[in-house]
C-alpha cells in the first residue's frame, strides 16, 4: 500500500479530520497534505508506528453498532 493511501485509511480509522490528526499525532499539518496529496512520503517506520499506537490506545472511531449499545 501506498503512502498515500495508508495515511488517509489511518486518519479516517480515527475518524479525526486532517487537522485533529495532526494536533493529535503533533505532525505539522502541511506535512500530512503532502503525505495525503503524494507529493512526498512518509517513512515506512512512521506508518508502522502510526498503526501500532492507533490500535494499541484504541484511537478508532465507534461503529454505529457500538453507539447503539451504549445508548441502550
Known amino acids: 500500500m501506498d503512502c498515500k493511501t ?3 485509511e489511518l486518519r479516517e480509522l ?3 479530520n486532517r487537522k ?3 494536533e493529535y499525532f503533533q505532525i505539522p499539518y502541511r506535512t500530512v497534505t503532502e503525505w495525503e496529496l ?3 512520503h512518509a ?3 512512521v506508518l508502522r508506528l502510526l498503526e501500532y499506537y492507533i490500535h494499541m490506545e484504541n484511537i478508532t472511531k465507534k461503529s454505529k453498532e ?4 451504549e445508548d441502550i
Open 6 to 8: 495508508k495515511i488517509k
Open 14 to 16: 480515527t475518524g479525526m
Open 20 to 22: 485533529e490528526f495532526c
Open 38 to 40: 503524494d507529493n512526498r
Open 43 to 45: 517513512p515506512e517506520y
Open 66 to 69: 457500538e453507539i447503539e449499545k
